[in-house]
């Protein structure tokens, strides 16, 4: 009885803090902001140009600080303009998207650095990289719930569109549709996601938060819906135990978070029911008994 | 809606295709896609078939030349839902998680609103439509789980529920049983009788004079092109597939003016 109560005790105490309970909550929003992105951006394949949005904002958060606008803007403004920069040198010349990605973000990234070391401001690189969600100021609450409900609304509106953007985009232009719309939806609905995702996992760690969901989903179920279900799940529970846990063991919560969504993954990877490492070992040995 | 009910023909005017890497793969093709007809595309591979094709829907900018659908310019032609178009089978991931119903049902997304919440309408002209070409049963299945001919059934029957006027189809037959391939013909010829245009590539040359009506012959240029009887002609094939002798392509041009 005793040991019970002490255990118990132990895992509600971290609960009676005010700001643990708040990053567990604005992560776990950041979580399923996310999980919803992710199944578009893997069905896409479009994580590397994840990769490039959120390399690219870091000079946008420095300008916003220095003119004295909320981050948000600045970050969602040089994060977008990098994948219009991709766009138009991708048109332009005959390199393939990725050379020309690879340069552009390093490129946005570095300027970025630049500024930083230049521009006196209390901007903690460190936080930059891989977020702070402990240390959360009320502004970046607001600013990330903005970000992350327009990223919710524009998705829910126009989630059939986009999937037959992913799916074929061909069949979307022989019916009518505006196929640069749609690919521009995705492109600011994934910048503004990183927006939303800075303060949590920072630029480096979101991308794991981007791919890695979906791609449990993915592995998981052949239907959309339930992908994204699993997707959702899987990033949420993440979130909320990763900043949890970070508490109890005294680690970045942003790694923390983010190891326990890619131990999630590795158990989908292995124990998937249909398309898991194990089951594709045993239908091969199935063939070669079956000779 | 007069033009709804009309057939409508396929005008492509001294077309040429350049891709990104510089390559040449249409020059000056003319050809007139009759209204109301099956009109078969033949050429060897990599001779441009699908190039004309994503041409004609749009999805590739010409460098130089026009196209028209019936009197509109193919993107009108495409707002008012009168393309639809059957992929060869290499463009399509069939990893992704949709289910054949969901892949029928992207082909009335362009007459449902904003939200694309399909009506009892839209429902029923897939249903329909999956019944046409026999694949109603299968149509909780992912498409990856189908067989080679079914999947082209399935896209098929997306083609249907659209309603398009002008239907291509790229290469239906290819990885397709007898009996699956008689049955997408005698479906093209239904079709073509309800007053649909359909252009259709194939590799399957010995089909052609049995369903085709005109037949155009395309080695990166077009170089005959007319009824299939008159067009369909060895001496044809043999230019088509062989070499491309440039003293043959002028007489081709002479010779096919003649036909049109
Ligand atoms: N996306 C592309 N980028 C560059 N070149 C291309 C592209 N697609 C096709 N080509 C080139 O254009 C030419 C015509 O190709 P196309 O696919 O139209 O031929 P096809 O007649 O459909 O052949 P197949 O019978 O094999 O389907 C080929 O030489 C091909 O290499
Ligand atoms: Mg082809």
Known sequence: MIDLLAIWNWLVEPLQYGFLRQAIWVSAFVGLICAVLSCYITLKGWSLMGDAISHAVVPGVVVAYALGIPFAIGAFTFGFGATVAIGYIKSQTRLKEDAVIGIVFTGFFAFGLVLVTKIPSNIDLFHILFGNVLGISTQDIIQTLIAGFITLMVVLLRRKDLLLFCFDPNHAKAIGLNTQVMYYTLLSTMALTIVAALQTAGIILVISMLVTPGSIGYLLSDRFDRMLGIAIFSSVLSCVM???LSYHLDVSTGGSIVVFLTLLFILTMIFAPKYGILRQQLRQNEIIVDR | MQTTTQALDITVDNLSITYSNARLALYNAYCRVESGTITGLVGPNGGGKSTLFKAIMGFLQPSQGRIRVGDFPVLKAQKRQLMAYVPQSDEVDWNFPVSVFDVVMMGRYGYMNFLRIPSAKDRRLVMESLERVGMSEFRHHQIGELSG????????????????????????????????????????????????????????????????????????????????????????????????????????????????
């Open chain 1, 242 to 244: 990763g900043t949890y």
């Open chain 2, 149 to 260: 001919g079914q999947k082209k059934r399935a896209f098929l029957a997306r083609a249907l529920a659209q309603e398009g006027k002008v239907i291509l189809l790229d290469e239906p037959f290819t990885g397709v049983d007898v009996k699956t391939e008689k049955r997408i013909i005698d479906l093209m010829m239904q079709l073509r009788d309800e007053g649909h245009t359909i252009l259709v590539s194939t590799h399957d040359l010995a089909s052609i004079s049995t369903f085709c009506d005109r037949t155009i012959l395309l080695n990166r240029t077009i170089l005959a092109s007319g009824t299939t009887e008159e067009t369909f002609t060895e001496e044809n094939l043999t230019m088509t597939f062989g070499g491309l002798p440039v003293m043959s392509l002028q007489q081709m041009f002479a010779k096919s003016e003649v036909d049109v």
